[in-house]
């Protein structure tokens, strides 16, 4: 497992403030991401790329956190998925206003918004909000991880052929690639899945009800809010940063620590 922290370490003043003002301001986000919410049916938006969607709600959602925070920490960084890398600072948060948008696209529930805070290169707090579930998870470098307020933590699998093993896809890889890894998983004995949202799958595994993740390619703003929440409830996660994750879309493996290694070797990502 790689720790982003040292776990006897407090969380920061400065962050704890950032983190409690932010919960406002996520919940006034998914109040507007459900009032705009499609009704189920065809999907309702339009396509960036093969099953890469994007919908009106996208923009208004990360418009209204990206001015929100402007307002109330004017001296912070903000890089969102629809408009980039705006301003720096020494912290810098980093949202996907509708994670899992084909999903949203459509009229189904398992979306999110997710808001992650960095300070400088290192995530330190992170929101994921599932309005349509009721759920909202929420982690504190050195403060713990939670599921609507209570503590979470990584599954206790230790057996591959017990586990349930979400397989991400996206247009940047491969079918190849995609079918070789998920065959690896199943040689494993694992259940696979594959569900729509990449910052829902981790905090799945955060939580336990995954025992693992993996993404061939994903990027910062599906993520950032995750990483801290698989380090607090003690999940294996591989070095998404270290590997490029900062700047570009990289593999990302989360995993309970039971399982962790078989799942290394049958998604051929490091966890080291």
């Not at 590997?243 to 490091?270: N, Y």
Request: glycine share 12%; charged share 20%; net charge negative.
């Amino acid at each position: 497992m790689v720790p982003l922290h040292d776990p006897l370490s407090a969380p920061s003043p400065a962050v704890t403030d950032r983190l409690q003002a932010a919960r406002a301001v996520v919940d006034a986000a998914a109040a507007l991401a459900m009032r705009m919410r499609p009704p189920p049916g065809g999907p309702a938006g339009t396509q960036k790329s093969a099953q890469d969607w994007l919908t009106e709600t996208d923009g208004a959602v990360e418009s209204l956190i990206a001015d929100r925070i402007a307002a109330l920490f004017p001296e912070d960084g903000f890089q969102g998925e629809e408009t980039g890398r705006t301003r720096d600072g020494v912290f810098r948060w980093v949202v996907d206003p509708i994670d899992g948008t084909s999903n949203y696209a459509r009229g189904r529930s398992r979306w999110c918004i997710s808001l992650g805070l960095l300070q400088g290169d290192a995530p330190v707090a992170g929101i994921i909000v599932a309005p349509a579930l009721g759920e909202t998870f929420v982690g504190l470098r050195g403060g713990g991880a939670t599921l609507n307020g209570r503590a979470i933590a990584a599954s206790p699998i230790a057996d591959p052929a017990r586990a349930m093993v979400e397989v991400g896809w996206g247009p940047r890889v491969s079918a190849a690639d995609f079918t070789a890894t998920a065959g690896r998983v199943v040689a494993l004995g694992a259940m696979p899945r594959s569900s729509g949202s990449g910052a829902m799958a981790l905090a799945d595994v955060a939580c336990g009800r995954l025992d693992g993740y993996i993404e061939l390619s994903i990027q910062l703003w599906d993520v950032a809010a995750g990483l801290v929440l698989l380090a607090e409830a003690g999940a294996a996660v591989s070095p998404f940063l270290r590997q490029g994750g900062l700047d570009g879309d990289v593999p990302i493996l989360a995993a309970c620590p039971g399982i962790a290694t078989a799942l290394a070797e049958a998604s051929r990502i490091r966890l080291g």
